[in-house]
Nanobody, 124 residues
Framework: QAQLSESGGGLVQPGDSLRLSCAGSGRSFATKAMGWFRQAPGKEREFVAAISAVEGRTDYAESVKGRFTVSRINNKNTVYLQMDNLKPEDTAVYYC?????????????????WGRGTQVTVST
C-alpha cells in the first residue's frame, strides 16, 4: 500500500523560506498527481498546491500564488513544496496527498492517500 511521509517543517520568521519534502512509496507514484494541503488551528483543511503526474502542470491556492512552488522528481518518488516569503497566516500542519488520477485538482476528495503532516510555524 502506498504511503507518504512529509518532512522539512519548522519554526521560521516572517519573510523566511522553507522547503517541504514528501517521500512516497509504491510503483504508482509517477502516474498520479500530488498535492499539498494545510490545516491551521481551529480551521478546516485547505488546498495549497498540486502538480500533475507528468509535464509539470500545477495549480495553487490564491493565497500562496507567487510565493509557493510545487515540484516533483518521479525517479525519487518525491514531491516538494518550496515556500518563500512566509507569513504568520501560513502557520499550519502541511499534508502531502496522492490524487486518484494524473491531473492536478483542488478537491480534497480526489486525494486518496495522505501523509501524517509536518508543522510549519511562522512567528517572530
Amino acid at each position: 500500500q502506498a504511503q507518504l511521509s512529509e518532512s522539512g517543517g519548522g519554526l521560521v520568521q516572517p519573510g523566511d523560506s522553507l522547503r517541504l519534502s514528501c517521500a512516497g512509496s509504491g510503483r504508482s507514484f509517477a502516474t498520479k498527481a500530488m498535492g499539498w494541503f494545510r490545516q491551521a488551528p481551529g480551521k478546516e483543511r485547505e488546498f495549497v498546491a498540486a502538480i500533475s503526474a507528468v509535464e509539470g502542470r500545477t495549480d495553487y491556492a490564491e493565497s500562496v500564488k507567487g510565493r509557493f512552488t510545487v515540484s516533483r522528481i518521479n525517479n525519487k518518488n518525491t514531491v516538494y513544496l518550496q515556500m518563500d516569503n512566509l507569513k504568520p497566516e501560513d502557520t499550519a500542519v502541511y499534508y502531502c496527498a496522492r490524487n486518484r488520477g494524473p491531473l492536478p485538482t483542488m478537491t480534497e476528495s480526489d486525494f486518496v492517500t495522505w501523509g501524517r503532516g509536518t508543522q510549519v510555524t511562522v512567528s517572530t
